[in-house]
């Protein structure tokens, strides 16, 4: 079966700093885009996409509201993928998701179709 599933988030103060981490099973990180996408409180219509990565070839995107703060990683090896996030601002409190898409290329929740169940972060003020 394939799935993702998430863990890492929790809360934190403004400024601070959680990994999320996305470990995948049934299948290969390699073969796939993994993304991380976000659901704003009150917003339950759009996931936007905090930022995608195509293992095969690295290609990364992020959102402008991460540029600079987030940083998306993977372990081949652990067939996991990583969200760094630092200097979180209260903005950024939202459920996270992470999301395959067979040798995707972008960061459109649409096209992604392995989801997991989401984590919660919180940023506090």
């Known amino acids: 079966e394939v799935q993702v599933v998430e863990s890492g988030g929790g809360l934190v103060q403004a400024g601070g700093s959680l990994r999320l981490s996305c470990a995948a099973s049934?299948?290969?990180?390699?073969?796939?885009?993994i993304g991380w996408f976000r659901q704003i409180p009150g917003n339950e219509r759009e996931r936007e996409g905090v930022?995608?990565?195509?293992?095969?070839?690295?290609?990364?995107h992020y959102a402008d509201s991460a540029k600079g703060r987030f940083t998306i990683s993977y372990d081949n090896a652990k067939n996991t993928v990583y969200l760094q996030m630092n200097s979180l601002k209260p903005e950024d409190t939202a459920v996270y998701y992470c999301?395959?898409?067979?040798?995707?290329?972008?960061?459109?929740?649409?096209?992604?179709?392995?989801w997991g169940q989401g984590t919660q972060v919180t940023v506090s003020s």
């Open positions: 930022s995608c990565i195509g293992v095969a070839d690295d290609a990364t």
């Open positions: 999301a395959a898409q067979h040798w995707g290329s972008n960061c459109d929740a649409l096209e992604y179709t392995t």
């Open positions: 049934g299948f290969r990180i390699y073969e796939y885009a």
